[in-house]
């Protein structure tokens, strides 16, 4: 007979967004996919099962969008995150453009310097924010540049980006609220993001140079600029947030970063591991599909739980520590398979910098106050974090 294990609770509540990893166990130990009576959708929390949905991008569709209610995935596909091939194989090579490592090669130097500079100005203060002042402060004066988008709307890209986060979540007062914010921001996007306007050697001046070479139509800029503008800021300035936060809570960790600075990239790995920013997407089924005796349906939503597959403890040992050393190939804080973060050379690129910064200047990290989570659908991360560098 089909199982069928069911989960009583508002995954999006403000209590289960600010501490969802009590809840993704509870959804792991039922089994392999878990109803979501509250959201009429499944979940799927454990490690291995997510990767071969991940990988089964023919079977857990993403063109009929990726959010968790009707009216985002009525409005969203035709993008990049929300299409599926043949399309989605033609967009990624437009959309990935200027986020290939020889095309960031370009930007290296000027973040690296930057984040040198950044960190020299935070240790002659007595204490800062690590999100305000340290964790924002590369997407905000670099990433949002390359973008390419007018000062007005470059200065609202931090809001919208929030906004287009909370719509993927399900019918709540977040969604409402930031449906307004998304209307007007496409509003403006259509208005004043337009080929004259945008900086001439940005991402969005890019899409527009493909409409030349008819790679893509005119009516797809503005759909395309959304992979742009949704994740380029948030999802970083998250990640960098957590990393702070981590090894203001491990200082041994932090130690051995300094001894040992060549785990720079296995600590980033790590720390998007234990602490995902971006918790889940979801996806459609195009066929039934059978998995531990649980039988899913044609049509079915499925939640996808990254930051629950993470911290899966049939996967990893010990899976809520911080550990630097950890082999970590296969997490999927990025995703995992052919939607597999796009910009993440990027992300990883500004985290590796500022980090780098930190382990030649820094000796101690001290969060001086408990820091406040950000309320929001999809994205987990930090609004603020007092904290104190000393050399
Ligand atoms: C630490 C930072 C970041 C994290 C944790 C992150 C995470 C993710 C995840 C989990 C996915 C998979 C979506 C899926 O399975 O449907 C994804 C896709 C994507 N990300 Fe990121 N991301 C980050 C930074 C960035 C940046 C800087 C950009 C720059 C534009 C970006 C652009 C995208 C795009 C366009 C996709 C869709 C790719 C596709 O569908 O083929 N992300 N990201």
Redesign the pocket.
Same mark, same amino acid.
């Given at each position: 007979m089909n199982r069928r294990p069911t989960y009583d609770v508002d995954l999006y509540s403000n209590e289960v967004v600010v501490n969802p990893y009590p809840h993704y166990r509870a959804i792991r130990d039922l089994g392999e996919a878990v109803w979501l009576e509250q959201h009429s959708m499944w979940a799927i929390g454990r490690h291995l099962d997510a990767r071969n949905a991940?990988s089964a991008h023919n079977i857990f569709i993403?063109g009929k969008g990726?959010a968790a209610n009707n009216l985002s995935n009525g409005n969203s596909p035709g993008n990049?995150?929300a299409s599926d091939p043949p399309l989605?194989t033609h967009l990624?090579k437009v959309?990935s453009k200027p986020?290939h490592p020889k095309a960031l090669a370009r930007i290296k130097p000027r973040i690296e310097a930057s984040a040198g500079s950044l960190i020299d100005r935070l240790l002659a203060r007595k204490s800062f924010d690590g999100i305000l002042d340290l964790a924002q402060f590369l997407p905000i004066s670099i990433v949002s540049e390359m973008v390419g988008l007018p000062d007005a709307g470059r200065r609202n890209m931090l809001e919208y980006a929030a906004a287009v986060f909370d719509l993927f979540g399900v019918d709540n007062t977040r969604t409402e609220a930031a449906l307004p914010i998304v209307i007007k921001m496409r509003k403006y996007l259509s208005e004043q993001a337009t080929r004259d306007k945008v900086l001439p050697e940005g991402w969005i001046a890019g899409l527009y140079d493909a409409v030349d070479l008819g790679l893509i139509k005119q009516e797809q800029v503005q759909t395309l600029m959304r992979? =742009?503008l949704g %994740?380029?800021l948030d *999802? *970083?300035i998250f990640?960098i947030g957590h990393l702070l936060h981590l090894f203001g809570q491990y200082p041994d960790q932090w130690k051995l970063l300094r001894q040992e600075p060549n785990r720079v990239g296995n600590a980033i790995n790590e720390a &998007?591991r234990l602490e995902? %920013? &971006?918790r889940g997407?979801t996806r459609v089924l195009s066929q039934d599909y059978t998995i531990g005796g649980i039988k899913l349906f044609t049509g079915d939503r499925v939640l996808i739980l =990254?930051a629950s597959a993470n911290r899966d403890e049939r996967r990893w040992d010990e899976p809520e520590k911080f550990d630097i050393c950890r082999v970590l190939t296969d997490h999927v804080?990025?995703?995992y398979g &052919?939607?597999?973060?796009?910009?993440?050379q990027?992300?990883r690129l500004e985290m590796r910098s500022v980090l780098t910064a930190m382990i030649a200047r820094v000796s101690k990290i001290k969060i001086l106050g408990a820091p406040v989570y950000a309320k929001n659908n999809v994205l987990r991360g930090l609004e603020t974090l007092p904290i104190k560098f000393s050399r």
């Open positions: 991940l993403s990726v990049l995150l989605h990624r959309v986020l992979d =742009y %994740p380029s *999802t *970083t990640a &998007i995902s %920013p &971006i997407f =990254y804080g990025f995703g &052919i939607h597999q973060c796009v910009g993440m990027l992300a």
